[in-house]
């Protein structure tokens, strides 16, 4: 996949955007945001395949209608009064905007939902193969159709860069931001004196990344002035020893660029700078376990809508 170029109003309009969906993200617990985003991601895919059946076939074949009858009750009406049934796939997603995810729109998180889902790396790799199939079909039409299940597998094994499947891709992400709530968890540490790692934490590393315990143990303990270096070295740990095989098959920036834009990040880091502050205005209270400073960081929303 290329990576667009966008010119300076495109990259201001994107700016706006991206800034009104960090707010309305931040406006929803995430399990409740990630619920529905896994579905949005999941209902994308249906509206491309069918879509793609669509412009293959000119008009809606019937066993195409009858998924669409049952899946989305109400919308092949609507499309059979219409005169261009080509039309379907342009009309399919704002119904499901609409029916589907209505209650975020009423909630108003919608704008969110969609800003996310459409960047998910799962979603790129549908819209890749939504335009392979349109050209591609256009010139030779397949021997078989594929069904929607066939198509979302043929879609995730996109190429997003070089040799790298979009399913790689993102599985990768989330292994990545797995560890990046680790290294958030662990911030306050870092911006302490020298300190002795605490037993729960030695634990709790010891059991989910033990090779990061020795390293973590050094770091804090280090007499850096500037006590943000070593917190850096430790996304460089990560970098290391949670992406090595991207780093070594040359595409750990495609990870780093979808991990980025990922609305878990996102919540993340919003929620971690408040919790550090915290932390350096308390510097007595405990460090909380693992589970517990998670379990804040889904369930943290912020009440301005400013």
Known sequence: MKTAKFTKLERRVGDIASRRARRRLMQV?????????EEYIRWQAFVLWARAIVELEGTVPSWLDAILRKRCPGFTEEVDRS???????????????????????QEGWLDALVFYGFRDTRS?????????????????????VPTFVQWKRLALNCKLQDDVSCAEVAIAVEK??????????????????????????????????????EFVSREISA????????????????????????????WLDCILRQARIHPRHVRMVDYA????????????SPHPPFGEWRR??????RTSRK
């Open 29 to 37: 617990p995430w399990d409740r945001f990630h619920k529905a985003y």
């Open 83 to 105: 005169d261009e049934p080509k039309l379907l796939g342009f009309h399919l997603l704002p119904w499901v905007h609409n029916r589907v995810f209505g209650f975020a729109e």
């Open 124 to 144: 790129q790799g549908y819209w890749t193969y939504w335009e392979h199939c349109e050209c591609e079909w256009r010139k030779r039409r397949p021997a078989l």
């Open 176 to 213: 990545y931001l797995d560890f990046e709530a680790f290294a958030y968890w662990l911030r306050p540490l870092f911006q302490m004196p020298t300190i002795q790692l605490p037993a729960h934490v030695a634990f709790e590393l010891g059991r989910k990344f033990p090779s990061l315990l």
């Open 223 to 250: 007499p850096y002035k500037d006590k943000s270096r070593s917190w850096q070295c430790l996304f460089h740990w990560g970098k290391d020893h949670v992406l090595s095989r991207a780093i070594e098959q040359g």
């Open 273 to 284: 700078r408040l919790w550090c502050r915290s932390r350096v205005e308390n510097p007595t």
């Open 296 to 301: 804040g960081a889904e369930s943290y929303v």
